[in-house]
Nanobody, 124 residues
Framework: QVQLVESGGGLMQAGGSLRLSCAAS????????MGWFRQAPGKEREFVAV????????YYADSVKGRFTISRNNAKNTVYLQMNSLKPEDTAVYYC?????????????????WGQGTQVTVSS
């Protein structure tokens, strides 16, 4: 059983930056591909970014490509999401998720474990 705890959310003005962290425990972190998702009020949870087990492969949603960077530190059992040039439409609860195995996926149903989420609010 893997436990995931996100941190780093907050209130930021448009154009600013935030870095989210997700600390994992209870499993072999390097066995999991890690993803970030987000959910805005009244909307479905959507894919943001994913990173492979080794960190050698990353993939982003078009809406964040070039602004967000996903990374991981397997020695610290932590995955990060660096968010730059924030926009009001980035406002959402951000979740990290873990998927066991080598294949990276972008849909919520493919992930085995989820964190509780951290709120990111971007003001205009």
């Amino acid at each position: 059983q893997v436990q995931l705890v996100e941190s780093g959310g907050g209130l930021m003005q448009a154009g600013g930056s935030l870095r989210l962290s997700c600390a994992a425990s209870g499993g072999t972190f390097s066995s999991y591909a890690m993803g970030w998702f987000r959910q805005a009020p009244g909307k479905e949870r959507e894919f943001v970014a994913v990173i492979s087990r080794s960190g050698g492969y990353t993939y982003y949603a078009d809406s964040v490509k070039g602004r967000f960077t996903i990374s991981r530190n397997n020695a610290k059992n932590t995955v990060y999401l660096q968010m730059n040039s924030l926009k009001p439409e980035d406002t959402a609860v951000y979740y990290c998720a873990a998927r066991e195995g080598i294949v990276v996926r972008t849909t919520t149903r493919d992930y085995d474990y989820w964190g509780q989420g951290t709120q990111v609010t971007v003001s205009s």
